[in-house]
């Protein structure tokens, strides 16, 4: 029986002692977790309802209101011990209370003497009388306080009174939980409400099957719930949380894992073979070899078209590590074995750039191409439309649009999608479902253009398999960043000239207009009548923006590439894509504005050739937030680092939206924190589904159930499987 009580010296405290039903089946009823908070002695409707505020409504819920802190209570003495400054715990006798009056008017003092058998001493309350109509001499108490050297008296934080029956402690001793309260439930009910619960987390189920905790070294579910309230110690608590992290994080993962093999085994990818060789000569005629982080991508690329299921891959890395190449060998991959590849970005203007760089890169290699934006004439769409549907083009370029209006292909075989705004799992996988046609589903290759750090994208894009281009290419010169206040603005135009006088080329990005798009462009156009009148007078300017019509930001582009504009203004449109060797400026107006993202994709324009680079910063830091962004622009150049730091600063749940990403929400789990454990949970999620895909074995089965609670409705593919 005792052993049953207390299965592993871990199980919390005296806990499973107090409380237990004196029956031969302990609490066995799962049941019970499901009791409304009334059962409780002293809950009544009011307080229920009241409860409801924290989420409080059965006594499982209460199980997982877990506090946010523990109060170090563990320092115990006894009286005769004590030294002065110090706190500690003190359990001890009240032999006399009485209130002594102050000369000041909104102090009141009450002073008890107290003692144990060590010795006796004084203690003192501030502004607490009513603790005279509480507090009797006999009364026996455990004080929390400091022993206050110069007035020789104990000090009391916090205090409580032990019952006759023994125990307590409840608020004073150990490590004791401090919980999210309303106005009306005190920390100090909730302990009393968990302390009354305690015995019912034996009824918890344990998901994770025996041999992954033995072999991961977690403790049980209920012992793990238990130590979350009441830990004996700081390491009792660490290992709670762990395992509880590790619980959520794997069953996000296993979720996820599910999502990744439904896909590849349930829809038919074109198997795409070694092929005719335009791939490689494609990477053979590029003046640089792969970097080992290129290389690597492409293999992992190859691996998934040999494979019979659809390739859905995410292509990551810092701006500038060359993914282009790699998305571009994958485009051909499918070109070659006779099939179609669609390239589509977030925007039409970035549909265009891509459309102007795929130009240049594949010149020579015999590839039919097309661009598709809305901006085209109704018969020009028509004859695009029409050779589409032929086969007559081998890549379409275009924006989200191509897979959902009009547009059919004779053999679309791979989509490569620019994902600058993040896309969910959810968007990802009704991409795969649209762009279906007879049984095919495309290949995927997600290119983004954020570095996330690895941890969050296994999470984020879990239902991907990722590569990462981790190496930059060589001979790459740190960009110079500066963030320049309003009163060097004329040595930053100075030195802007230098660069131009030099033969060199700038960017000046126009601040951002969170109002209206439709704003920005008398924005860029003013801030270049501005400086071609002021600053940057005899220089060649160009300006571009959202608003021009295409075949002019054509234009505009191109002008630039050829060195026939010195100066581009522009709004953020140049953010991505835009890869011209001889800019070695780039100025972001306002960029205080800017997130860190951002500000590392600007940066990420320049620096592409062999000419040192300089990104200027201006703005005056109005807020701390905006400060620490341009401080960390400065210092840091390394994409990840930087994205590490915009989590810190921002919070990781405004930045990464869960919430719309079809991610089930996580209670414990910090991703910025916890990243060792999200990845031990991946690849431990991918060893069971390897194991057992549909989680169907007797020792899965809560996992399986539990996959299904966490993700609710946004799995309905897990029925299927
Ligand atoms: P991003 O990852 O930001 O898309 P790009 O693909 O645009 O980066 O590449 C940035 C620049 O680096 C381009 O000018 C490209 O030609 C060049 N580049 C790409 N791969 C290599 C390489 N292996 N060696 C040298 N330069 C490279
Ligand atoms: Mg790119």
């Given at each position: 029986?005792?052993?049953?009580?207390?299965?592993?010296?871990?199980?919390?405290?005296?806990?499973?002692?107090?409380?237990?039903?004196?029956?031969?089946?302990?609490?066995?009823?799962?049941?019970?977790?499901?009791?409304?908070?009334?059962?409780?002695?002293?809950?009544?409707?009011?307080?229920?309802?009241?409860?409801?505020?924290?989420?409080?409504?059965?006594?499982?819920?209460?199980?997982?209101?877990?506090?946010?802190?523990?109060?170090?209570?563990?320092?115990?003495?006894?009286?005769?011990?004590?030294?002065?400054?110090?706190?500690?715990?003190?359990?001890?006798?009240?032999?006399?209370?009485?209130?002594?009056?102050?000369?000041?008017?909104?102090?009141?003092?009450?002073?008890?003497?107290?003692?144990?058998?060590?010795?006796?001493?004084?203690?003192?309350?501030?502004?607490?009388?009513?603790?005279?109509?509480?507090?009797?001499?006999?009364?026996?108490?455990?004080?929390?306080?400091?022993?206050?050297?110069?007035?020789?008296?104990?000090?009391?934080?916090?205090?409580?009174?032990?019952?006759?029956?023994?125990?307590?402690?409840?608020?004073?001793?150990?490590?004791?939980?401090?919980?999210?309260?309303?106005?009306?439930i005190s920390v100090k009910r909730?302990?009393?409400?968990?302390?009354?619960?305690?015995?019912?987390?034996?009824?918890?189920?344990?998901?994770?099957?025996?041999?992954?905790?033995?072999?991961?070294?977690?403790?049980?579910?209920?012992?793990?719930?238990?130590?979350?309230?009441?830990?004996?110690?700081?390491?009792?608590?660490?290992?709670?949380?762990?395992?509880?992290?590790?619980?959520?994080?794997?069953?996000?993962?296993?979720?996820?894992?599910?999502?990744?093999?439904f896909f590849g085994e349930r829809?038919?990818?074109?198997?795409?073979?070694?092929?005719?060789?335009?791939?490689?000569?494609?990477?053979?005629?590029?003046?640089?070899?792969?970097?080992?982080?290129?290389?690597?991508?492409?293999?992992?690329?190859?691996?998934?078209?040999?494979?019979?299921?659809?390739?859905?891959?995410?292509?990551?890395?810092?701006?500038?590590?060359?993914?282009?190449?790699?998305?571009?060998?994958?485009?051909?991959?499918?070109?070659?074995?006779?099939?179609?590849?669609?390239?589509?970005?977030?925007?039409?203007?970035?549909?265009?750039?891509?459309?102007?760089?795929?130009?240049?890169?594949?010149?020579?290699?015999?590839?039919?191409?097309?661009?598709?934006?809305?901006?085209?004439?109704?018969?020009?769409?028509?004859?695009?439309?029409?050779?589409?549907?032929?086969?007559?083009?081998?890549?379409?370029?275009?924006?989200?649009?191509?897979?959902?209006?009009?547009?059919?292909?004779?053999?679309?075989?791979?989509?490569?999608?620019?994902?600058?705004?993040?896309?969910?799992?959810?968007?990802?996988?009704?991409?795969?479902?649209?762009?279906?046609?007879?049984?095919?589903?495309?290949?995927?290759?997600?290119?983004?253009?954020?570095?996330?750090?690895?941890?969050?994208?296994?999470?984020?894009?879990?239902?991907?398999?990722?590569?990462?281009?981790?190496?930059?290419?060589?001979?790459?010169?740190?960009?110079?960043?500066?963030?320049?206040?309003?009163?060097?603005?004329?040595?930053?135009?100075?030195?802007?000239?230098?660069?131009?006088?030099?033969?060199?080329?700038?960017f000046i990005v126009c601040p951002?207009?969170?109002?209206?798009?439709?704003?920005?462009?008398?924005?860029?156009?003013?801030?270049?009548?501005?400086?071609?009148?002021?600053?940057?007078?005899?220089?060649?300017?160009?300006?571009?923006?959202?608003?021009?019509?295409?075949?002019?930001?054509?234009?505009?582009?191109?002008?630039?590439?050829?060195?026939?504009?010195?100066?581009?203004?522009?709004?953020?449109?140049?953010?991505?894509?835009?890869?011209?060797?001889?800019?070695?400026?780039?100025?972001?107006?306002?960029?205080?504005?800017?997130?860190?993202?951002?500000?590392?994709?600007?940066?990420?324009?320049?620096?592409?050739?062999?000419?040192?680079?300089?990104?200027?910063?201006?703005?005056?830091?109005?807020?701390?937030?905006?400060?620490?962004?341009?401080?960390?622009?400065?210092?840091?150049?390394?994409?990840?680092?930087?994205?590490?730091?915009?989590?810190?600063?921002?919070?990781?749940?405004?930045?990464?939206?869960?919430?719309?990403?079809?991610?089930?929400?996580?209670?414990?789990?910090?991703?910025?924190?916890?990243?060792?454990?999200?990845?031990?949970?991946?690849?431990?999620?991918?060893?069971?589904?390897?194991?057992?895909?549909?989680?169907?074995?007797?020792?899965?089965?809560?996992?399986?159930?539990?996959?299904?609670?966490?993700?609710?409705?946004?799995?309905?593919?897990?029925?299927?499987?």
């Amino acid at each position: 029986m005792t052993k049953l009580r207390c299965p592993l010296p871990f199980a919390g405290t005296a806990s499973l002692k107090d409380g237990l039903p004196r029956t031969s089946r302990p609490a066995a009823d799962p049941s019970r977790l499901q009791r409304p908070l009334t059962v409780l002695r002293g809950v009544g409707p009011a307080t229920a309802r009241e409860a409801e505020k924290l989420g409080l409504k059965t006594l499982q819920d209460l199980l997982f209101h877990f506090p946010f802190r523990h109060e170090d209570f563990t320092n115990s003495r006894r009286i005769g011990e004590l030294k002065w400054g110090e706190e500690a715990t003190v359990a001890c006798r009240l032999e006399s209370i009485s209130r002594r009056p102050t000369r000041r008017r909104n102090l009141r003092l009450l002073v008890a003497t107290v003692a144990d058998e060590s010795g006796f001493m004084e203690a003192v309350w501030f502004n607490q009388d009513y603790l005279l109509d509480t507090l009797a001499p006999g009364d026996r108490l455990m004080l929390r306080g400091r022993y206050d050297g110069s007035s020789g008296s104990f000090v009391v934080k916090g205090h409580e009174l032990l019952t006759k029956k023994g125990g307590g402690g409840l608020h004073t001793a150990g490590l004791v939980p401090v919980y999210p309260t309303t106005e009306r439930i005190s920390v100090k009910r909730l302990r009393a409400w968990l302390d009354a619960v305690r015995p019912l987390a034996m009824v918890l189920a344990d998901p994770l099957p025996a041999w992954l905790r033995v072999e991961l070294d977690l403790p049980g579910k209920a012992d793990a719930v238990l130590a979350m309230h009441f830990p004996r110690s700081r390491g009792d608590l660490r290992a709670a949380r762990r395992r509880l992290v590790f619980e959520e994080l794997l069953l996000m993962q296993l979720g996820l894992a599910m999502h990744r093999r439904f896909f590849g085994e349930r829809r038919r990818g074109e198997p795409l073979g070694a092929g005719k060789g335009i791939s490689r000569r494609f990477l053979e005629n590029l003046p640089f070899s792969l970097t080992p982080g290129q290389e690597r991508a492409c293999r992992e690329i190859d691996a998934d078209l040999a494979g019979e299921g659809p390739m859905q891959r995410l292509l990551q890395g810092d701006v500038g590590a060359g993914k282009t190449v790699v998305a571009v060998y994958a485009l051909l991959r499918a070109v070659e074995n006779g099939c179609q590849a669609a390239l589509m970005a977030p925007t039409e203007v970035l549909a265009e750039q891509h459309y102007l760089g795929l130009e240049r890169l594949l010149a020579g290699l015999g590839i039919d191409m097309a661009l598709l934006t809305s901006g085209l004439k109704a018969s020009e769409r028509r004859r695009i439309l029409a050779v589409t549907a032929a086969g007559e083009v081998d890549i379409v370029v275009g924006t989200h649009a191509l897979i959902q209006g009009d547009v059919s292909f004779r053999r679309l075989a791979l989509i490569v999608v620019d994902e600058q705004h993040r896309f969910g799992v959810r968007q990802r996988e009704q991409l795969a479902r649209k762009a279906t046609r007879e049984g095919i589903t495309p290949h995927v290759l997600h290119v983004t253009a954020t570095p996330i750090p690895r941890t969050l994208a296994l999470t984020l894009y879990g239902d991907l398999d990722v590569s990462i281009v981790d190496t930059m290419p060589p001979g790459r010169q740190r960009t110079v960043t500066r963030w320049v206040p309003e009163s060097k603005r004329p040595q930053a135009y100075d030195f802007i000239r230098g660069q131009l006088d030099r033969g060199r080329q700038c960017f000046i990005v126009c601040p951002l207009v969170e109002e209206s798009q439709a704003l920005e462009a008398p924005a860029v156009e003013a801030e270049a009548e501005r400086l071609a009148a002021g600053e940057l007078r005899g220089y060649r300017l160009g300006i571009l923006h959202g608003q021009m019509p295409a075949a002019e930001k054509r234009r505009v582009m191109q002008r630039f590439q050829a060195g026939e504009l010195q100066v581009l203004v522009a709004t953020t449109v140049i953010e991505v894509g835009v890869d011209i060797a001889n800019a070695t400026v780039m100025v972001v107006e306002e960029a205080d504005r800017f997130g860190l993202a951002q500000l590392h994709q600007l940066r990420g324009r320049v620096g592409r050739g062999r000419h040192k680079s300089y990104c200027l910063l201006f703005g005056e830091g109005a807020t701390e937030a905006a400060r620490r962004r341009l401080q960390a622009m400065e210092e840091v150049d390394d994409g990840f680092r930087l994205a590490d730091i915009d989590l810190e600063i921002r919070g990781e749940g405004e930045l990464f939206g869960i919430r719309q990403s079809g991610l089930p929400d996580l209670k414990l789990a910090r991703l910025t924190r916890d990243r060792k454990l999200l990845a031990l949970a991946r690849e431990q999620a991918e060893r069971i589904i390897g194991d057992d895909p549909a989680l169907g074995r007797p020792e899965n089965l809560l996992l399986r159930e539990e996959v299904r609670l966490a993700f609710g409705d946004s799995v309905k593919w897990l029925d299927r499987i």
